[in-house]
């Protein structure tokens, strides 16, 4: 048998990312053939990653990508087992590979189901380098024909936020999408404008505030009005359009992009956003 050197044991780990005991063991099983080495590690690794995938993968990262124009953006959310491997080089690569794909594909909405198998490849040597489960959870991509789509990363990757304006596309615009992805993660709205709500959820919101106004001991006359005035406070909590603009809250968010749109030259329109939490 050839004689396993250090030197071998070396570049083994290099090519592959194994821990120095398996890239021995390796070379031993395969009698010092580096190739054999290589893709019996390989192809350990491959069943070692089946093995893992029942682990919990609670952390990770949501990476974004976007176009050099800014008219088209992407969130990718990967996940792992610790906080420890989602800061490494490996782990970010594949985040960052995942992001772009998403942003390049003709759906605005991708999963573990659609990865190619060069990017299932991808995961599964991530996987195999960094001893843990790790899985793709889901990616989302904005495109506007008339506007912007801009991101915004918070808490190092664990909240992430697309949101897109339409009606011009240049700094100011950009800035005000910047803004509003800033107010999207801190404020976390769940629908864009009133409209948005849905009817079963003003009922039940209205049934709330009538039952509260009625142990409050207020007439039974009135309790229609005085739920009505509260689900205006629903709305300015829940819709983007109409909370306080997080930079100056005396200003509402639709004062805002009236205010950007006479700035910009052009009427603009809040299209959509969307806010990832890792894990959710």
């Known amino acids: 048998m050839a004689e396993i050197s250090a030197q ?20 031993v099983d395969t009698g010092g053939d580096f190739e054999k080495a290589v893709e019996f590690l390989r192809e350990k690794g491959q069943a070692d990653a089946a093995k893992r995938t029942h682990r919990a993968t609670a952390e990770g990262t949501i990476f974004p990508a976007q176009t050099a124009d800014h008219s088209a953006a992407a969130l990718a959310e990967l996940n792992c087992e610790t906080d420890f491997v989602a800061k490494t080089d490996q782990f970010v690569q594949l985040a960052n590979m995942l992001a772009n794909w998403t942003l390049n594909s003709s759906a605005e909405t991708v999963g573990a189901d ?11 040597e991530t996987v195999s380098k960094t001893g843990e489960n790790i899985q793709f959870k889901r990616g989302v991509k904005f495109a506007s024909a008339n506007g912007v789509v801009e991101s915004y ?32 993660a801190a404020a976390s709205p769940e629908y864009l404008t009133r409209d948005d709500v849905p009817q079963d959820v003003v009922e039940k919101e209205m049934e709330i ?72």
């Open 209 to 280: 505030y009538r039952n509260l106004a009625r142990n409050e001991g207020k007439p039974e006359q009135i309790l229609d009005k005085i739920a009505a005035g509260r689900l205006e406070k629903f709305y300015k909590d829940n819709c983007l359009i109409e909370q306080p603009f997080i930079k100056d809250p005396d200003k509402q968010v639709k004062a805002l992009v009236t205010e950007v749109s006479k700035t910009a030259g052009a009427e603009l329109t809040v299209a959509r956003f969307v806010r990832f939490q890792l894990g959710q």
């Open 114 to 124: 659609d990865l190619t198998p060069e990017q299932l490849a991808a995961l599964k």
């Open 153 to 184: 990363i918070h808490l190092g990757g664990k909240i992430a936020v697309l949101v897109q304006v339409d009606g011009a596309n240049n700094d100011t615009v950009r800035m005000l999408a910047k803004d509003l992805a800033m107010q999207v």
């Open 8 to 27: 071998m044991v070396m570049q083994l780990r290099e090519k592959t990312g194994a821990k120095m005991m398996d890239a021995k063991r390796a070379l």
